[in-house]
């Protein structure tokens, strides 16, 4: 090979990982950061990771749950790929070594839709699982609407330092709702770290640095995002909070939103009995996604139906106080579904073409409700 040749090759080539089997990527973290002095660099999906990257004294290292049979790999994440190998996606070295060539800067992937009616009720066995920064997390969409959309109820029990890091998240929107507790935050080009309390809100934009710094006991947030599995990466040469202070900054078209509620104003709903406060996600996404906290004005007086869009991608309530029943038809086939009465820490996803009606509410009844595309 020319040397010309090999030249281009290595320019090509940004990173190299070495691949190990891992069955518990919590311990395993811990042993190569506390023990072996690695640092994080992403891990994916933040709620239950299955992928961490670490890197350390000259080496990067991948550990990827479940792999069997696991021979010696090398990774290269590469400009393009294919001038390494001739087209080729992976080599095979003398010894063995299997190498893995992947794009250095891979397109954001976006699953294919699947609707479909999801409740998830709150109850005392309730399965929480440790995550990422050792936040515990409940899946509020077990089916990830076929690995589109991901909602987690998030617990944090003791008051105090969160041990994270600055970060971003690689994604197409995300929505942090705080509903019990306080919790202290920095973002860049934000201005100083903020405290959210309970009934706050934040959008947080594709790839805007940040990090969680310290809470409250018992700290619960709701978030809200798409795609279910993304990557999350640590940013270990940005100090936060920045120095600049850019509120309407663009972050790949979308803004950054802090919705304080004791500052909100509150408005009619889109049908009566109900007032609702919008966050102000939908502006600051150009009209993608919105994030609205709906409670009940008066005492409830029958049923209301209120119909979805038959092309809707997400309708997601949490009910975040009070009671209320729900109740769904089929638009296509008019078949009646069984009533459900929710309560506080229940959530709902509702699929395009499915009606449903809101009756027998409580007084203080009130939710979280999340569109794609925004309902009026």
């Known amino acids: 090979m020319a040397e010309d040749d090999k030249n281009n090759i290595g320019a090509s080539i940004r990173t190299a990982e070495v ?70 996606t992976a080599l095979t070295a003398p010894n063995g070594t ?49 690995g589109r959309f991901i909602a987690s109820h998030i617990h944090i029990p003791d008051a105090g330092p969160v041990p994270d890091y600055v970060h971003f998240h690689k994604i197409r929107f995300q929505i942090i709702y705080c509903y019990k507790g306080w919790v202290r935050v920095v973002y860049e080009d934000q201005g100083p ?41 640590a940013d270990h040469e940005l100090e936060l909070p920045t120095e600049n202070h850019r509120p309407e900054r663009d972050f790949d078209g979308q803004r950054f939103v802090r919705h304080i509620a004791a500052d909100a104003t509150w408005q009619p709903w889109r049908i009566d009995g109900f007032q609702c406060r919008d966050t102000g996600i ?58 459900h009465r929710l309560q506080s820490g229940d959530s709902v996803v509702i699929p395009g073409a499915m009606d449903h009606e809101l009756a027998a509410w409580s007084d203080d009844f009130e939710l979280l409700e999340v569109a794609l595309p925004p309902v009026a």
Do not use: K
């Open 282 to 339: 939908s502006a600051a996404t150009d009209g993608l996604v919105s994030a609205r906290i709906v409670r009940a004005h008066g005492p409830s007086r029958g049923s209301t139906r209120l119909s979805n869009d038959a092309e809707a991608e997400l309708l997601f309530y949490f009910v975040l106080r009070g009671t209320v029943t729900l109740s769904t038809l089929e638009a296509q086939t008019s078949e009646e579904q069984p009533d």
């Open 98 to 146: 299997h190498i893995e060539l992947v794009d250095a800067n891979p397109a954001a992937e976006l699953p294919t839709n699947q609707p479909a009616f999801v409740l998830h009720q709150l109850s005392g066995d309730a399965n929480w699982i440790v995550g990422r920064a050792g936040m515990r997390y409940r899946d509020l969409i077990p089916d990830r609407q076929g």
């Open 193 to 233: 770290p903020f405290e959210l309390h309970a009934g706050d809100c934040v959008l947080q934009p594709p790839a805007i640095r940040h990090r969680v710094l310290e809470c409250s006991s018992d700290l619960e947030v709701i978030e809200i995002g798409c795609p279910a599995e993304h990557e999350t990466c």
């Open 19 to 88: 691949v190990l089997p891992c069955d518990e990527i919590e311990a395993t973290l811990s042993f190569f950061t506390d023990r072996l002095g690695f640092r994080i660099d992403s891990v994916r999906p933040a709620d239950n990771p299955t992928v961490a990257v670490l890197s350390g004294h000259g080496i990067r290292v991948r550990l990827v749950h479940g792999l069997e049979d696991h021979p010696s790999v090398l990774r290269l994440a590469c400009d393009d790929p294919g001038a390494v190998a001739d087209g080729a």
